[in-house]
Nanobody
């Protein structure tokens, strides 16, 4: 049974930082490409960052230069380091095994102005 469990969300002031974690179990994590998505109220879900099994990363223009995705294959965990947060980053953040049906439950990030 594949499970993804996110953690690390919370309330932060604009300009602050948070690090999200997504622990994966039940899959061959090191072979998985992983992604972080977010859904803000009233907006479509957005892929903000992804990382391939070999460690290649890519970012949406909205977070490029502020967010960093990384992975620790020994811990079966993918991270999203978020810096210089803006109120428009407020959303529920989800991790996903790309090209699969598996999602985490989501973690709320709220950035106050």
């Amino acid at each position: 049974q594949v499970q993804l469990v996110e953690s690390g969300g919370g309330l932060v002031q604009a300009g602050g930082s948070l690090r999200l974690s997504c622990a994966v179990s039940g899959s061959d994590f090191s072979s998985n490409a992983m992604g972080w998505y977010r859904r803000a109220p009233g907006k479509q879900r957005e892929l903000v960052a992804h990382i391939t099994s070999s460690g290649t990363t890519n970012y949406s223009d909205s977070v490029k230069g502020r967010f960093t995705i990384s992975r620790d294959n020994a811990k079966n965990t993918v991270y999203l380091q978020m810096k210089s947060l803006k109120p428009e980053d407020t959303a529920v953040y989800y991790c996903k095994i790309l090209f699969s049906m598996y999602w985490g439950q989501g973690t709320q990030v709220t950035v106050s102005s």
